[in-house]
Nanobody, 127 residues
Framework: QVQLVESGGGSVQAGGSLRLSCAAS????????LAWFRQAPAPGKEREGV?????????RYADSVKGRFTISKDNAKNTLYLVMNSLKPEDTAMYYC???????????????????WGQGTQVTVSS
């Protein structure tokens, strides 16, 4: 089981940018699938897949963030990143990183596919 710690959240105005980081406790390079999810504070809101990066490079984004968010990883630092540009109020949520060593890539943005989770970092976008 890999330990994950997110950082980089904060409060920004619409149109602004943030970079989230997720530090892993061990090498995740070619061993793990990694992803970012978010959960808005509204009651009953499910955890939504934002972006995922496979063990060997392919990337997938949710339609709502395509062209605005970029997922990447630094294997030497065991760190996953999410650069978020052109932020909108509807991007406000708790953002989580997740990892799993085996999943079906077709389901890479499905929360149930991941076994290891960080504690989350809050992103608030004001209009």
């Amino acid at each position: 089981q890999v330990q994950l710690v997110e950082s980089g959240g904060g409060s920004v105005q619409a149109g602004g940018s943030l970079r989230l980081s997720c530090a892993a406790s061990e090498y995740t390079g070619s061993n793990y699938y990694l992803a970012w999810f978010r959960q808005a504070p509204a009651p009953g809101k499910e955890r939504e897949g934002v972006a995922a990066i496979s063990r060997h490079g392919p990337i997938r984004y949710a339609d709502s963030v395509k062209g605005r968010f970029t997922i990447s990883k630094d294997n030497a630092k065991n760190t996953l990143y999410l650069v978020m540009n052109s932020l909108k109020p509807e991007d406000t949520a708790m953002y989580y990183c997740a990892a799993d060593y085996r999943l079906g890539w077709s389901y890479a943005l499905r929360a149930s596919e991941y076994i290891d989770w960080g504690q989350g970092t809050q992103v608030t976008v004001s209009s």
